[in-house]
């Protein structure tokens, strides 16, 4: 079946330390995407890459690094320069057609990290 | 900048309608509706494009005013398993970015 797969589902951390979230895709899909979730607050944009070794900041970069190496990897680094990291991270991808985002996102099922 | 959605919560008994609003301060050429269940991940429902194209759910229906970048949802004579939170993300002409509103948590009772 194809989807979007997150590991790991829960993770903690001390602080101060680097943690990397990954995302593989089988959808075939060129854009990726890395939300941080936070009560309340929505769905926030961190990154997104549309092609391979490609990628742009969202709205909340600070703190986090990606790569894309891969067409169907896109993992993320929580480094200990965020300041409040604990939260649950949502990859997503889609169909890059055109220029514009007209195609729905695939989500995965979440990685859900704590900081001690 | 994140879209304005309202209300921020409703509760309906079955069989109920209600209507979610989502609004950008930015020009739109899509918005895109997903729910999402507590702890899981969010679920596709709707994308509408600018220019009138539309696909989706069957039960849940939606409208978009271009000139005023706005969008509301409908979702008629309510079910239980409507229940979760539902987010409006938007994306501009300028490429692949999509950006989600703080969500709409919609409670449905028996």
Redesign the interface.
Known sequence: DGGITQSPKYLFRKEGQNVTLSCEQNLNHD?M?W?RQDP??????IY?S?IVNDF?K??IAEGYSVSREKKESFPLTVTSAQKNPTAFY?CAS?E?RG????????????SRLTVL | Q?PVQSPQAVILREGEDAVINCSSSKAL??V?W?RQKHG?????LM?L?KGGEQ?GHEKISASFNEKKQQSSLYLTASQLSYSGTY?C?T?????????????TRLFVKA
């Open positions: 854009a995407y939300y309340g607050q929505g769905l926030r944009l997104y549309q742009q969202g709205d949502l889609r890059a220029r514009v985002n007209t195609g729905e996102l695939f989500f995965g099922e979440g | 994140q050429y899509s895109h997903y899981e991940a969010p679920v596709f994308i494009l696909k987010f993300g994306g501009g002409t300028g490429g692949f970015k999509t950006i989600f509103g703080a969500g």
